[in-house]
Protein backbone atom coordinates (compact mmCIF):
# COMPACT_ATOMS: atom_id res chain seq x y z
CA UNK A 1 0.00 0.00 0.00
CA UNK A 2 1.16 3.53 -1.13
CA UNK A 3 0.05 5.81 2.06
CA UNK A 4 -1.00 8.98 0.07
CA UNK A 5 0.40 11.53 2.81
CA UNK A 6 -0.77 14.24 0.21
CA UNK A 7 -4.49 13.29 0.41
CA UNK A 8 -4.58 12.69 3.46
CA UNK A 9 -3.21 16.07 4.10
CA UNK A 10 -5.85 17.46 1.99
CA UNK A 11 -8.72 16.37 4.23
CA UNK A 12 -6.98 16.99 7.40
CA UNK A 13 -6.40 20.92 6.20
CA UNK A 14 -10.69 20.33 5.45
CA UNK A 15 -10.99 19.58 9.12
CA UNK A 16 -8.77 22.37 10.66
CA UNK A 17 -10.99 24.69 8.00
CA UNK A 18 -14.20 23.92 9.18
CA UNK A 19 -12.91 24.33 13.19
CA UNK A 20 -11.91 27.62 12.09
CA UNK A 21 -14.94 28.76 10.76
CA UNK A 22 -17.11 27.32 13.47
CA UNK A 23 -14.50 29.37 16.40
CA UNK A 24 -14.72 32.56 13.92
CA UNK A 25 -19.29 31.96 14.67
CA UNK A 26 -18.92 31.23 18.23
CA UNK A 27 -15.85 32.78 19.77
CA UNK A 28 -15.20 35.68 17.27
CA UNK A 29 -11.78 34.23 17.69
CA UNK A 30 -9.09 34.03 14.06
CA UNK A 31 -5.84 32.36 14.71
CA UNK A 32 -2.89 33.96 13.37
CA UNK A 33 0.19 32.72 12.02
CA UNK A 34 3.18 34.62 11.93
CA UNK A 35 6.22 33.57 10.21
CA UNK A 36 9.61 35.23 9.71
CA UNK A 37 11.96 35.07 6.70
CA UNK A 38 15.59 36.50 7.26
CA UNK A 39 17.48 36.23 3.38
CA UNK A 40 16.61 35.18 0.02
CA UNK A 41 16.74 31.44 0.36
CA UNK A 42 14.80 30.36 -2.70
CA UNK A 43 13.91 26.98 -0.71
CA UNK A 44 12.75 28.67 2.42
CA UNK A 45 10.94 31.19 0.26
CA UNK A 46 9.10 28.50 -1.33
CA UNK A 47 7.77 27.15 1.78
CA UNK A 48 6.95 30.49 3.07
CA UNK A 49 4.57 31.47 0.33
CA UNK A 50 3.17 27.48 0.67
CA UNK A 51 2.55 28.32 4.40
CA UNK A 52 1.05 31.31 3.80
CA UNK A 53 -1.16 30.50 1.01
CA UNK A 54 -2.70 27.21 3.14
CA UNK A 55 -3.43 29.38 6.28
CA UNK A 56 -5.15 31.75 4.80
CA UNK A 57 -7.34 28.77 2.81
CA UNK A 58 -7.84 27.73 6.27
CA UNK A 59 -9.70 30.25 7.09
CA UNK A 60 -6.72 31.97 9.65
CA UNK A 61 -4.83 35.19 9.36
CA UNK A 62 -1.07 35.26 7.95
CA UNK A 63 1.30 37.42 8.92
CA UNK A 64 4.76 37.37 6.94
CA UNK A 65 8.17 39.05 8.43
CA UNK A 66 10.67 39.41 5.52
CA UNK A 67 13.85 40.77 6.85
CA UNK A 68 17.11 41.41 4.60
CA UNK A 69 20.32 38.71 4.94
CA UNK A 70 22.40 40.99 7.24
CA UNK A 71 19.89 41.39 9.78
CA UNK A 72 21.73 40.89 13.16
CA UNK A 73 20.42 38.57 16.05
CA UNK A 74 19.15 41.84 18.10
CA UNK A 75 16.80 43.22 15.68
CA UNK A 76 15.26 39.66 14.98
CA UNK A 77 14.54 39.25 19.00
CA UNK A 78 13.08 42.27 19.24
CA UNK A 79 10.72 41.48 16.66
CA UNK A 80 9.66 38.07 17.83
CA UNK A 81 9.32 39.84 20.91
CA UNK A 82 6.65 42.06 19.48
CA UNK A 83 5.25 39.00 17.98
CA UNK A 84 5.19 37.48 21.36
CA UNK A 85 3.52 40.41 22.51
CA UNK A 86 0.63 40.33 19.35
CA UNK A 87 -2.67 39.67 20.61
CA UNK A 88 -3.33 38.61 16.79
CA UNK A 89 -0.33 36.17 16.69
CA UNK A 90 -1.15 32.71 18.17
CA UNK A 91 1.76 30.97 16.41
CA UNK A 92 5.29 32.23 15.68
CA UNK A 93 7.42 30.25 12.82
CA UNK A 94 10.79 31.34 12.01
CA UNK A 95 11.87 30.23 9.20
CA UNK A 96 15.34 27.65 9.45
CA UNK A 97 18.21 27.89 8.19
CA UNK A 98 18.72 31.23 9.27
CA UNK A 99 22.36 33.35 8.32
CA UNK A 100 25.44 32.71 10.33
CA UNK A 101 25.31 35.59 12.39
CA UNK A 102 22.31 34.86 14.10
CA UNK A 103 22.20 31.68 16.84
CA UNK A 104 19.44 29.33 16.01
CA UNK A 105 18.73 28.24 19.69
CA UNK A 106 18.63 32.09 20.89
CA UNK A 107 16.15 32.32 18.26
CA UNK A 108 13.87 29.66 19.19
CA UNK A 109 14.07 30.03 23.08
CA UNK A 110 13.12 33.49 22.52
CA UNK A 111 9.45 32.68 21.37
CA UNK A 112 7.03 32.43 23.98
CA UNK A 113 6.21 28.83 24.68
CA UNK A 114 2.77 28.71 24.35
CA UNK A 115 3.23 30.34 20.08
CA UNK A 116 6.08 27.94 19.57
CA UNK A 117 4.06 26.48 16.48
CA UNK A 118 7.00 24.37 15.59
CA UNK A 119 7.28 22.70 18.78
CA UNK A 120 11.08 23.28 19.23
CA UNK A 121 11.39 25.48 22.12
CA UNK A 122 13.34 23.70 25.02
CA UNK A 123 10.01 23.61 27.45
CA UNK A 124 8.09 21.84 24.84
CA UNK A 125 10.92 19.40 23.86
CA UNK A 126 10.14 18.79 27.63
CA UNK A 127 6.97 18.35 27.80
CA UNK A 128 6.94 15.80 25.34
CA UNK A 129 9.72 13.87 26.56
CA UNK A 130 7.44 13.41 29.97
CA UNK A 131 4.10 12.91 28.62
CA UNK A 132 2.92 16.59 29.33
CA UNK A 133 0.49 19.09 26.74
CA UNK A 134 3.15 21.13 24.92
CA UNK A 135 2.87 21.73 21.24
CA UNK A 136 4.50 18.99 18.91
CA UNK A 137 7.08 19.18 16.13
CA UNK A 138 4.79 19.54 12.91
CA UNK A 139 6.74 16.66 10.84
CA UNK A 140 6.69 14.14 14.13
CA UNK A 141 2.95 14.85 14.18
CA UNK A 142 2.42 14.17 10.57
CA UNK A 143 3.91 10.71 10.95
CA UNK A 144 2.00 9.64 13.56
CA UNK A 145 -0.97 10.63 11.98
CA UNK A 146 -0.02 8.92 8.74
CA UNK A 147 0.70 5.91 10.50
CA UNK A 148 -2.26 5.54 12.79
CA UNK A 149 -4.30 6.20 9.95
CA UNK A 150 -3.27 3.41 8.09
CA UNK A 151 -2.56 0.44 11.04
CA UNK A 152 -4.46 1.59 13.78
CA UNK A 153 -3.63 0.80 17.27
CA UNK A 154 0.29 0.47 17.41
CA UNK A 155 0.83 -0.73 21.25
CA UNK A 156 3.39 -3.06 20.91
CA UNK A 157 4.87 -3.00 17.59
CA UNK A 158 8.77 -2.58 17.35
CA UNK A 159 9.25 0.94 16.03
CA UNK A 160 12.85 2.11 14.89
CA UNK A 161 13.55 5.58 14.21
CA UNK A 162 16.66 6.01 12.30
CA UNK A 163 17.70 9.87 12.91
CA UNK A 164 18.54 11.05 15.84
CA UNK A 165 17.83 15.17 15.03
CA UNK A 166 15.81 17.46 18.10
CA UNK A 167 13.61 18.18 15.04
CA UNK A 168 12.18 15.01 13.74
CA UNK A 169 14.45 11.63 15.21
CA UNK A 170 14.03 12.38 19.57
CA UNK A 171 10.28 13.47 19.02
CA UNK A 172 9.18 10.80 16.84
CA UNK A 173 10.72 8.18 19.22
CA UNK A 174 9.15 10.26 22.26
CA UNK A 175 5.55 10.13 20.14
CA UNK A 176 5.67 6.09 19.70
CA UNK A 177 6.61 5.50 23.21
CA UNK A 178 3.42 7.49 23.88
CA UNK A 179 1.74 4.66 21.55
CA UNK A 180 3.42 2.02 23.44
CA UNK A 181 5.54 0.95 20.78
CA UNK A 182 8.92 -0.50 21.44
CA UNK A 183 11.50 2.27 20.02
CA UNK A 184 14.98 2.10 19.24
CA UNK A 185 17.15 5.14 17.83
CA UNK A 186 19.63 4.13 15.52
CA UNK A 187 22.17 6.39 13.61
CA UNK A 188 25.49 6.45 11.80
CA UNK A 189 27.30 4.90 14.44
CA UNK A 190 24.38 2.52 15.06
CA UNK A 191 26.34 -1.57 14.30
CA UNK A 192 24.43 -3.60 12.24
CA UNK A 193 22.38 -0.42 11.45
CA UNK A 194 20.54 -3.20 8.35
CA UNK A 195 19.69 -5.37 10.76
CA UNK A 196 18.44 -3.50 13.42
CA UNK A 197 15.71 -2.02 10.65
CA UNK A 198 14.77 -5.59 9.51
CA UNK A 199 13.57 -6.07 13.31
CA UNK A 200 11.14 -3.11 12.89
CA UNK A 201 7.66 -3.69 12.52
CA UNK A 202 7.71 0.47 11.71
CA UNK A 203 10.56 2.15 10.33
CA UNK A 204 10.91 5.48 10.55
CA UNK A 205 13.79 6.82 8.04
CA UNK A 206 15.04 10.68 8.63
CA UNK A 207 18.70 10.66 7.62
CA UNK A 208 18.77 13.45 5.24
CA UNK A 209 20.53 11.06 3.35
CA UNK A 210 19.66 9.79 -0.32
CA UNK A 211 18.07 6.32 -0.71
CA UNK A 212 20.28 5.22 2.46
CA UNK A 213 17.67 2.43 3.48
CA UNK A 214 17.62 -0.47 0.78
CA UNK A 215 15.12 -2.74 0.34
CA UNK A 216 16.89 -5.58 2.05
CA UNK A 217 17.13 -3.11 4.82
CA UNK A 218 13.20 -3.53 5.68
CA UNK A 219 10.70 -6.31 7.38
CA UNK A 220 8.71 -8.08 4.82
CA UNK A 221 5.49 -6.38 6.04
CA UNK A 222 6.85 -3.65 7.31
CA UNK A 223 5.09 0.17 7.57
CA UNK A 224 7.83 2.54 6.24
CA UNK A 225 7.76 6.23 6.82
CA UNK A 226 10.03 8.04 4.65
CA UNK A 227 10.73 11.60 5.76
CA UNK A 228 13.94 12.50 3.73
CA UNK A 229 13.32 15.12 0.79
CA UNK A 230 16.92 14.91 -1.15
CA UNK A 231 17.38 16.36 -4.78
CA UNK A 232 19.74 14.03 -6.89
CA UNK A 233 20.78 14.69 -9.83
CA UNK A 234 19.19 12.02 -13.27
CA UNK A 235 20.74 11.98 -16.53
CA UNK A 236 19.11 14.43 -18.11
CA UNK A 237 19.94 17.04 -15.74
CA UNK A 238 16.93 18.61 -14.58
CA UNK A 239 17.30 16.52 -10.91
CA UNK A 240 14.57 14.95 -8.72
CA UNK A 241 13.20 14.33 -5.38
CA UNK A 242 13.82 11.39 -3.46
CA UNK A 243 13.63 10.26 0.06
CA UNK A 244 15.61 8.60 2.44
CA UNK A 245 14.90 5.15 1.28
CA UNK A 246 15.06 3.59 -2.22
CA UNK A 247 11.60 3.53 -2.85
CA UNK A 248 11.54 1.65 -5.78
CA UNK A 249 13.51 -1.48 -4.11
CA UNK A 250 11.55 -1.15 -0.38
CA UNK A 251 7.79 -0.77 -2.45
CA UNK A 252 7.91 -4.66 -2.95
CA UNK A 253 9.16 -5.79 0.31
CA UNK A 254 7.07 -3.41 2.93
CA UNK A 255 3.38 -3.97 4.12
CA UNK A 256 2.81 -0.24 3.69
CA UNK A 257 4.87 2.95 2.76
CA UNK A 258 4.96 6.86 2.21
CA UNK A 259 6.02 7.88 -1.46
CA UNK A 260 8.56 11.20 -1.85
CA UNK A 261 7.11 13.38 -2.68
CA UNK A 262 3.61 12.69 -1.72
CA UNK A 263 3.89 11.41 1.56
CA UNK A 264 5.06 13.42 5.01
CA UNK A 265 5.38 16.63 3.13
CA UNK A 266 1.75 17.66 3.11
CA UNK A 267 1.11 16.32 6.31
CA UNK A 268 4.11 19.19 8.07
CA UNK A 269 2.18 22.21 6.92
CA UNK A 270 -1.12 20.61 7.71
CA UNK A 271 0.37 20.38 11.64
CA UNK A 272 1.58 23.38 11.55
CA UNK A 273 -2.27 24.39 10.82
CA UNK A 274 -3.44 22.35 13.42
CA UNK A 275 -0.56 23.80 15.87
CA UNK A 276 -1.72 27.11 15.53
CA UNK A 277 -5.53 26.67 15.88
CA UNK A 278 -4.39 24.29 19.18
CA UNK A 279 -2.43 27.32 20.03
CA UNK A 280 -5.37 29.97 19.65
CA UNK A 281 -7.96 27.64 21.75
CA UNK A 282 -5.31 26.75 24.41
CA UNK A 283 -4.74 31.02 24.81
CA UNK A 284 -8.03 31.40 24.89
CA UNK A 285 -8.97 28.55 28.01
CA UNK A 286 -11.02 27.09 24.89
CA UNK A 287 -10.93 22.86 24.39
CA UNK A 288 -8.16 21.86 22.07
CA UNK A 289 -9.65 20.53 18.59
CA UNK A 290 -10.32 17.23 18.36
CA UNK A 291 -9.15 16.14 14.99
CA UNK A 292 -10.55 13.13 13.27
CA UNK A 293 -7.67 10.57 11.68
CA UNK A 294 -6.57 11.41 8.53
CA UNK A 295 -8.22 8.46 6.89
CA UNK A 296 -11.76 7.79 4.61
Known sequence: MIIDGKHFAARLRAHIAA?????????????????????????????????????????MNSFEHRLPAETGQAELLARIAALNRDPTV???????????????????????VEKDVDGFHPLNAGLLAVGGAGMVPCTPLGCLMLLKAHAGDLAGQRALVLGRSNIVGKPMAALLLREHCTVT???????????????????????????MVEGDWVKPGATVIDVGINRIQTPDGKGRLV???????????????????????????????????????????????????AAE
Not at 90 to 112: S, T
Open 90 to 112: NGILVQLPLPRQIDPEAVIEAIA
Open 185 to 211: IAHSRTRDLADECRRADILVAATGRPR
Open 243 to 293: GDVDFESAVDVAGAITPVPGGVGPMTIACLLLNTLTAACRQQGLPAPEVEP
Open 19 to 59: QVARLKADHDLTPGLAVVLVGEDPASQIYVRNKGLQVREAG
